[in-house]
Structure formats: structure tokens, C-alpha cells
């Protein structure tokens, strides 16, 4: 965590030079709190998750940290601070050296990381507008971070209101540079309907970088006066509100073979809930219809167990509606996200086609030769560069040259037959233990690698989850078989440098095969490891196998040596000419003239290529190619 400086002076004038329009700003939260007193505005607030909880919310006077212009306020809306994902990504208060507490740190606040303010009215008939917030990159851009990265940062955000799964406002893409200033307004002006609930959402997205500038620290960054408003300037009385639900809001990671179970718990307000409760998936009404129990103590608890169908892969919306006491309807709504990845049916290759059990590992390592980090150091392109043999010496201007020890196969790759979990010391890390040192590496391992495993899933038709836990990065590409014309498709991606964690994915998969995947892996400096499993029962127990684990429940099968397949036959003069795919040299092409025969014919000598030449005659005949097994 890094110290914000010099934000009070700067906040004082601020305020007034940007708001400019004084009463216009009904709430303005500037995170201020009497200097005398130097206590932070919310007295509850350690810097750890889940960060700001209660803070803004139902302003009717100024207070701490938060300033009501125009002797109204927003008395009817409640805030709801988060973070996607949570609570690696939320807002916490930071100060300027112990003087006041001062503005609102966006924690975590990496490139695909998202924090969220929500603005619940209590009342159907309030409505929130969403005014406009400064950016604060808090260090100053020329010296005072320290470093060359800190002082050349660049942060860039999409910026948008939405309310459910509906985009009502942006997204605006706003990219700045470090300067320790807040001067990087975001005006948005956005008035919802009567009763709305509007989610403000701050993403964090990739930078467009100019010559000297780096990506910004994900903890070097702020937001301020954050200003809103209700219409009417009217205090309504609070109605019954939603004060617990599962699943949260953007819950992400959720399985879509059954939607999630829900549960909500309603908490009457001056006006109390009087029945008429609905809930809805999607639109459509759940069924069976929810079930609803009063709990006492003016609460009353709404559950459904979700439903056994496959869901679609992205967000999804639980809508609850329910009436009070006067008649008025009120709606609280919940998105999920079920995100998988559908395989193509030409990328599968026929089932029982795996011959070798495993997977082919190559490494490449510029640990002795890197003294000025890469630009694109702890990323998946990076890896790729390296991985390729371009990745560029920035002190030399010519490219690195590979320090691992080569493989015994013609690309220096290794054939590995067991499972891809490694380590850097061969001490366990992770979720698994039995790590080995990386294929190529000294025992302690090297800086500045990249590896690619080379593997053929057996997949039978149905729905996965896979998990990669890696310290840093990689990605999973499910990649088109020899002859297929098609893409890789990213399946799974962490693209920076972090300590051991998990990234989990969802594949979908609707016909039945093996299919290619290739899985690469990037570490930059210290520590380095990295695994590849799948999840069974991903609802209930979620265990964890290695892929191709033979010891372990149900693995997913990993074979490096598949069995040849032919991928044409064209006719050339007196010649049929054959070519194949997959197998290991030396092959042999056998023929006869009937599938009855019991013994095929070798055509020519063995060879390690893969094409022949079959001669053409008067009978039918039928060719297959078959290998030695390594």
C-alpha cells in the first residue's frame, strides 16, 4: 500500500473549481473530516476488505467526509460500495501523511478489475442522479514515485452507469497520466427513472502507452468528490428494502449447468411489505414460484432452489418484485455471470484416438541476460515473444537467446507423461503436492521464462470447469486440429504478475473427442509455479484434479501422441497422393483390397515424413497409416 500525498490542499480547491455550479451538487462525497479531530468519515473503517461499507448513505445534513449542498441532500438513497472481483478489488479511504482523510483509494484496481457504487433509492417514488467524480492518480508524474515505472504512470478506465444487465449511460473511456492531481473530471449526469436502482462502474482497461510511460500500479490510484442527487428535493418515507441476497450481486465463477439457488431477506421500513412478491430469471417468472416466510421482527425471507438447465454463457438477471403497505411496487435486482467457452465441433479429433498419455513442455529462459526489464514484462504477449525467439534485449537491441537446458525432441521440447505441476525449488505450491522443478530449469528455478505445453484433452460431451493456479501469469488456448482452418480460443487467461493464486474457466463441450489445448506460462522474478487441473462437482464439493493424474477422481485425460489420421487423399496421375496428421515417425501406409482381409500390405519402406505415395490399380483399396508407439 502506497501513501497518498498532498491530496487536502488539493481537494480544497478542487471542489469549488470543478463543481463550479456550488447547489447544483445535492451529496458531494470529498472524504473530507475536521482536521482538528483527524478521524476518517466512517469510524468503522479498517484498509482491508471489505473496505468502505456504509459510508454516503441516506445524506440528509454534512458530515465527515461527505457535504450536502443546497440544504437538502439525498436522503432516500442508500450506497452500496464493491468490487469485481471482491474483495481483491474494493474502495478504502486513504490519507495524505495523518493529517485528514482525504479521498477513496481504488483498491486492486488492475487492468479487468472493476469497482462498483450502487445508489438504492428506498422509496418508488425517489430518483438518483448520478452526477460526476474526479480521478485522482495520486503521485506526482516527474520524480516523486521513486522510479521510472511510478513516475510515467498511465491509467485508463471505461466509465458507465447500468442498471440490472442494462447499459443506461457509456461506456466513457477516460485515460490519463500521473500527475498528483485530481484535476480529471468525469462528468455524467445521468437521472434514473423513479424507484431505480443505477450502478456506477469504474473499469479498469488496457493502457495505449506513449513512449516512456508504464502501466499504472493497480494501488496508485483514487477517486473524489463523487457527486449525486435525488429528485424531489422531497424526504420520502422509507419503504421495505432488500438487506441480504444470494447470490450477490456480479457474482462471477457461478457453474451454468443449474441456476444459482436464490435467497433474499426483505426488512420493513416505514412502510411495511404487503405481499404480491415475484420472482423473475431473465424476465420470465421462476417456477415453482418462490417461497416466502415471514421471520419476525418486521422481516420476511423469499427463497428458490434454481433450476436444473443448462444457462447461456454470460450475465443473467434474478429480478424480485414486491408491494407495500400504500400499494407501491418496488424492484431489487441481482446479476450473475455464468461465462464458459463452447468448443467447436470441428475441433474435435475422433474419441479414442490418444495413444501416449501426457504432454510435450518446452522452456525458454533469458534469466543471466535481462538488466532492463521488458516493457511488456509480466504479460501473455511477452511470453509469446519469448516462446517465438523475438523477444528483444532492451540494453542490446537484439534478441534474448534461450538459457534452459533443451529437450531431447528436435524443438528442444520434453515429453512429460504425467501431470503439469511444477515448481521452481520442487517444493509444493499450490493445491497440489508431488511438484517437480520446470523441464529445463536449474533446481531454484530462473527469472524471466516462458513455457508452452502441448496437450490433446479427451472430452467427452459435456460441461467443465478448469483451473490454472500460477505465480505469475499464462493463458489456455483451445487450438484447431491439423488440417481444420479455425482460431485459438483463449479459454482461461491471467495476463500480470501475481503470487501462487487460482484462475478458474468453464468449457463447454457438445461433441464428444480429443481436442488440441496448448497451455503457456510466464514468470518474470522471484518465485515461480505453476498447475493444471480440472473442478469436479463444480455445485456441490468443487474438488480439484490435477489433468491426467492417474490417482486422482475422474481426470480429465491428457495424451501427447495421438494416433496418425489421414487428412487427404487426391489422385496424381497413376498415384494416390496420402497425407496425415498426428502420430510419431517412423510410419508405415499399409493397404488391401478387403475389410475382411486379415492382413494389410505395406506400401514402400517406412518413413518419418507425412505423405505417400500409393499406386493406383484396378481393385478398391483401403489405406491406413500406422506408427510405432514411442
Known sequence: MKRIRNLCPAALVAVGVFLGRGAQADTTLDFESDASLCTPPQQNNPN????????????????GGVTVSGGFGTPNIGLIWGGIPSPETRWEYYNDGGYRWSGVQLQGSGIGNTEKLTFVPNNPGASVVIKSFNFHPYYYFTGSGGSALESDERFTYDVSVVSGAAVLF???????RTDASKNHPVPINYTGAPGQTLKLRITRVIDVLAPGEGVGNAFDIAVDDIAFAQTPATTLPAGPQVVSVTPEDDTTGLGAVSSPPYAATIADGANTLAGQIQL?????????????????????????????????????????????????????????????TTLPAAYALPPGSGVVPGFIYRTVSASSQVVTPPANGNTVARAEAQLAGTLTNMDTSTPYTNEATLGPNADGSYNVDTVLNFNNDGLDTGSFTGDTVFPGLPLGGDNWFATEAKLYLDLPAGYYRFGVNSDDGF??????????????????????????????????????????????????????????????NIVTTADKVLVNDASGVNPVKSFRVLAPRITSIARSGASAIVNWAYGAPPYQVQVKTNLTDAVWSNVGSPTAGTTANVPIDSSTKYIRVGFTRP
Do not use: K
Open 475 to 536: 493463458e489456455v488456448t483451445a487450438t484447431p486440429p491439423q488440417g481444420v482452418s479455425g482460431a485459438p480460443i483463449v479459454t482461461g487467461v491471467f495476463d500480470d504478475g501475481r503470487g501462487a493464486a487460482d484462475t478458474l474457466f468453464d468449457v463447454l463441450v457438445q461433441t464428444s473427442g480429443i481436442y488440441p489445448f496448448r497451455v503457456v506460462y510466464f514468470e518474470s522474478t522471484q518465485s515461480s509455479s505453476c498447475e493444471f487441473f480440472s473442478v469436479n
Open 280 to 340: 423473475r430469471l431473465d424476465g420470465n417468472l421462476v417456477s415453482p414460484p418462490p417461497t416466502v416466510t415471514p421471520l419476525g421482527g418486521g422481516q420476511t425471507s423469499v427463497t428458490y432452489p434454481g433450476a436444473a438447465t443448462l444457462l447461456s454463457s454470460g450475465p443473467h438477471l434474478y429480478t424480485l418484485t414486491y408491494a407495500d403497505n400504500l400499494g407501491a411496487f418496488y424492484t431489487n435486482e441481482v446479476v450473475f455471470n455464468t461465462v464458459y
Open 170 to 176: 457509456g461506456p466513457t473511456h477516460v485515460t490519463f
Open 48 to 63: 482491508n476488505p471489505p473496505g468502505i461499507t456504509n459510508f454516503g448513505s441516506f445524506a440528509a445534513a454534512s458530515s
